[in-house]
């Protein structure tokens, strides 16, 4: 998982206010994440008249920790690249705690190189390098 990637999420809903789209697990609700739009369109399409309110988007892993932050306890989990729904039979889905995925993405962030040439541009400038 590179932090520095695109993620694609579901946004809308049949309100004005658009949300992001959270599905049922048996251990609770979780927001489906993707690694293409495309894979994200085929999920959708999987789900018939319902994927009419919705549609995938691309963001930032910055703001995917802002909208994954903002869920608070309402949502456990993060899906990654959950199956269409069309699959019969039990469909394994990989799940990360919400906070535990928000952390390494905030760990990885904090690693960028951006961060790290900053450093390092500050420690030539302490020791005159």
Known sequence: MDAFAAHVVVVGGPEEERELLAITLDDGDAIP???SIE???EFLDS???FAKHWR???ISAERLVELLDFQGEEVAYVALSPPPE???GGMEVQVIPRETFT???RRQAA????EEGRR???LRRLFGR
């Open 86 to 88: 069309r699959l019969e």
């Open 111 to 114: 690693g960028s190189p951006e």
């Open 33 to 35: 994440l993707f690694g």
């Open 47 to 49: 789900t018939g008249d």
């Open 120 to 122: 390092r541009g500050f």
């Open 39 to 41: 894979e994200a369109r």
């Open 56 to 58: 995938p988007e691309e």
């Open 103 to 105: 952390a390494l993405l």
